[in-house]
Structures are given as C-alpha cells and as structure tokens.
C-alpha cells in the first residue's frame, strides 16, 4: 500500500503508465500470439467537445449540430484519461491491441452515474480505434431498480439502453464485439454488490426480456434494406429538442439553493459508492 502511494504520489501518471506498459510487455513475453486489451469502467462516453487527444475543442462552425450534442459526457474526465493512458501505450509501443469498455449502466443513474449518450459512446470507441486498437464493450449490463417502479417504464429504458448503444457501438468499424456480463436474471453479480435483480436480458425464468429485443434490434440495424428504430447516433437530441432517453431519464437533484447538488465524491472513491 506504501510503495502504491509513493507511485501515486511521485510521477503519478509517468510511473503508472510504465507499471502498465510493463505488464503488458511480460503478457506478449509469456504468449506473443495472445491479444491483449486494456479494459475498465465508467469510460464508455465522450462529449462532442472533446478532441481525439482528450483536449477540449473550440466552438464548431456546425451551430445546429452543436446545440444537439452535449459538450461533456458524464465521465469524462476518466473517459480521456483512459484514451490518454491507451494513446500513451501505443506511442512508446507497447503491445496493446485492444480496449474494453465494461458498460455497467444504470438507467436511474445521475451525475457522474448517468448512462452515456449513444454518440457519446460512438465518439469514445471512434477516437480509439483511430489509435489503431479494436475496442469492445466487454460486460455490459443495465440496471433499472434506480427508476420509478413502473413496469413499462423500466423495460423501455432497459430496452432503448441495450438496442441504442449496441447500434452506435456496431456503426464503428473499430468496434469489434459486446459481452454481456450474464443472461439471466437468475444469476446476476448485483444482487449481492449492488441492489439491482434485473440488468439482463433474460429473466429469472430465462424468458426473454425487453432487453433481449433492444440487442436483436441493434443486431437488425446492420441489415440493408432493414428499417433502424434507432435515431440517436450522432446527436442527442433531434431537431424538436426530444433528447435520448427523456421518456425515463432521471432529472439531476438539486440542492436547496435550486442549483446542481455538488458532486462530493473522495478521490479514489469505489464507483458503487459514488453518489447516484
């Protein structure tokens, strides 16, 4: 715990990347023909405001497209620094091929737990495989208890969760494959970490969810000829100002002043005990 603490401390970004880059070198030593990715969470996102280099962008000449996209994704500070630590990676060489992207969504989720916009997500994987790696959402989930408790409510957020930012992920000829992290409700990590019984597509009696439609229609949406319920993958709001995910997305709280409720995460603080 000492010796992680000086690293932290002294160098902290130089000295992490190296211990990374390390790692990664001994992986290619023990089998050269493995594939090898880097892979972590809440980094699923990134604003239209956000260069390639993780740099904010100046305003755009495009005034329509801009008023459509969100300037910053709710992550993004961790999403840059994993672009960050992935372009370092590739500059100095080291044998990393790919990105993993986790994807533990939680619809009800606020502030810094909010889902990710679908052009955020297909911004996120477009800047990466720009770096020549594939990227993949690697275990991807969607919790809904956070929602009020209306059936209807909660499927079609679940539903438009997977089918939106399955479809904008499989746009990006970077993309290179999703894993969900289960299929049944029946056995599912979160009952016993967070408090949620239903992320997946299947239920408990292994029927077929509104999550399950969600994937098949983001699957469809590569068919020619067939016609994509899917709208949001470059903006995230329409000419009318309907923003994604408005029919169940939770307003952020406010505080007793009427403004923003101040993000009052510790630093270094577990992603389950952040605010939500």
């Known amino acids: 715990m000492d010796r992680w603490s000086r690293t932290r401390s002294i160098g902290r970004w130089g000295r992490i990347t190296s211990s990374i880059e390390q790692c990664f070198r001994w992986a290619h030593e023990a089998d050269p023909e493995a594939f090898l990715i880097y892979n972590d969470n809440k980094v699923e996102g990134c604003g239209r405001g956000h260069n390639a280099d993780g740099s904010e962008s100046e305003s755009g000449n495009d005034n329509g497209m801009k008023r459509r996209c969100k300037e910053v994704a709710p992550n993004q500070a961790k999403a840059d620094g994993f672009y960050n630590?992935?372009?370092d990676l590739v500059r100095k060489g080291a044998p990393v091929h790919g990105a993993g992207m986790q994807a533990h969504f939680n619809a009800g989720g606020?502030?810094?737990q909010r889902p990710p916009t679908p052009s955020m997500v297909k911004r996120q994987i477009r800047r990466i495989g720009e770096l020549g790696l594939k990227v993949n959402i690697s275990e991807m989930d969607v919790r809904v208890s956070k929602l009020p408790p209306d059936a209807s409510l909660r499927d079609?957020?679940?539903r438009e969760i997977y089918r939106d930012v399955l479809a904008a992920a499989l746009s990006e000829p970077s993309f290179h494959g999703v894993w969900l992290w289960g299929f049944t409700d029946r056995h599912t990590w979160m009952k016993n970490f967070?408090?949620?019984?239903?992320?997946l597509i299947f239920d408990e009696?292994?029927?077929?969810?509104?999550g399950y439609l969600g994937v098949r229609e983001a699957l469809t949406s590569l068919c020619p000829g067939r016609q994509s319920r899917v709208q949001f993958l470059e903006e995230d709001c329409d000419e009318e100002g309907n923003e994604w995910g408005q029919d169940w997305m939770m307003p952020e709280p406010a505080?007793?002043?009427g403004g923003t409720k101040e993000d009052t995460t510790k630093e270094g603080q577990p992603d389950w005990l952040q605010p939500s």
Do not use: H, I
């Open 110 to 112: 606020v502030g810094r």
């Open 156 to 158: 079609r957020a679940q």
């Open 85 to 87: 630590l992935l372009r």
């Open 205 to 210: 009696g292994y029927e077929r969810k509104a």
């Open 194 to 199: 967070y408090y949620d019984y239903a992320p």
């Open 255 to 257: 505080d007793e002043s």
